[in-house]
């Protein structure tokens, strides 16, 4: 079976030639800004630092290397404090890379889940089904990277419980997901198997609206806003590192709290 | 064992100022660069002259690479101090009458310099607030990184969005001590070459003196 993580189509080079201008305004901005931010430190240096790919390289190296110290921190039996649903925050709050006006719902009777990787029974799952498996709730805080939070009540079934019922290999490295809205995101096994990590297909006992991820979408308690991709529409277990969306563009992956 | 005439600020010393003098400002510019996304003073932005990182994941990346400089060269620092008992015989005593008698004088603009070797009341007070201030941002800004792994230490410091803003007024203190620290050391530029190289022999001291 073809792997929904492949690419439909290779990226159109038109694209980059149609942009070409604003491209090049972009990386001329990013260079005086870059001359600019530095200041004291340039004057000491004697170089731009943010300009300089190789450093760049080197501070995702170091990103990495946070991953790991992440990854042995996270403790896979700590509970995240829960709240008293009166906290619950309705609506939750929207974040996303656009607009809540730019949000294309997802029509259920075309939805499906689909499977891939590093597990037995890759047979799609409908919503309804879904429905069937057992479902946990928590009251957890939601923090943003950008360091606002809010306490929200998410309902579902746990990952694990997901993984366990279509044969995934429990020992791969991570947990990868595609969405509706072009937002792929992946996670470590570990936190795949936490407890508070779930498929939520609800909000505050309610059907989890249009915009915050209807039919089902990832919410964990130890990771930052941005891990929990919305609209899930693919999910697939592997060893490969899979990235993420702003990951890609510089966030760091673990994103653990 | 026979003392040896060590200088104002030993080798060790002056490699760990200036090691701390790069991290602290790269993470106090990249904190600035994070701040910017969520504002925890209405109206308090810095510009973009002011960030280390072109917007808020550079500037993330240059903090979490940063922090880890900041961190083992500050526990070199405190480390050494107490090994060799610089710490305690530079900061301590502070006498509050001293202190007083300190900052009279420096509002009468009678700054004494005479003798680098003694550090008068208030150096020694803002030398140890910048330390603890220093402390209290590599534990705050775990707490920040890991709230929910160290989930009841941070609701004993009053919960995320408090530990935050003690955060940001670490670095308030931190940048506030930075401003006087080298206006005073361009005023009396002794003080600068000392740190460079070394500065004057201390008389040796014994434990007795």
Sequence with gaps: ????????????????????DRIRLLQRRGIIRGGLSLGALALLTGCDVTSDPSIDKGLRQISKWNDRVQAA????????????????????????????????PVA?????????????????????????????????????????????????????????????DLHAKYVAFKTADDY?????????????????????????????????RLRMSTKLGYKNPKWITAIEVTNQFPGGYWENLGENWFAGI | MKPTPTRLHPLPVRIMHWINAFAMIAMIMSGWGIYDDDVIIHGLHFSSALRLGSWAAPSLLWHFAAMWVLALNGLAYLIYGFATGRLRERMLPIRIDALVQTIRETLHFKIAHDDLTVYNAVQKLL???????????????????????????????????????????????????????????????????AMLSGGPRLQPRGKTS
Excluded at chain 1, 78 to 87: D, F, G, N
Excluded at chain 2, 129 to 143: D, F, M, N, R, Y
Excluded at chain 2, 182 to 188: R, W
Aim: glycine share 6%; with cysteine; aromatic share 10%.
């Design chain 1, 73 to 104: 921190l996270f403790d896979p039996n700590h509970l995240a404090p829960t709240y008293p649903a009166s906290m619950i925050l309705r609506p939750p709050k929207f974040n996303a890379y656009y607009d809540i006006t730019e949000v294309k």
């Design chain 1, 108 to 168: 259920v009777a075309d939805w499906k889940l689909e499977l891939a990787g590093l597990v037995t029974d890759k047979r799609p799952w409908t919503l309804e089904r879904l429905m069937t498996l057992p479902s946990s709730s928590m009251v957890i805080k939601h923090i943003c990277v950008e360091g606002w939070d809010y306490i929200g009540g998410w309902s579902g079934p746990t990952l694990r419980s997901f993984l366990e019922r279509v044969g995934a």
């Design chain 2, 127 to 193: 030398y140890i607030v910048v330390i603890l201030a220093g402390i209290s941002q590599v534990v705050t800004g775990l707490l920040i990184w890991k709230p929910i792994q160290f989930s009841s230490a941070v609701a004993l410091l009053g919960g995320f969005q408090a530990v935050r803003v003690e955060h940001f007024v670490g670095m308030s203190v931190i940048v506030g001590f930075l401003m006087v620290h080298v206006a005073l050391s361009l005023l009396v530029p002794q003080t600068l070459w």
């Design chain 1, 1 to 20: 079976m073809r792997s929904p993580f492949r690419p439909s189509k290779p990226p159109d080079p038109d694209i980059l030639d149609n942009h070409r």
């Design chain 1, 184 to 216: 792929p995101s992946s996670i470590d096994m570990a936190t795949a198997l936490h407890p508070q990590t779930l498929l939520a297909t609800q909000y505050a006992g309610q059907k989890l609206a249009d915009p915050f991820g209807f039919p089902v």
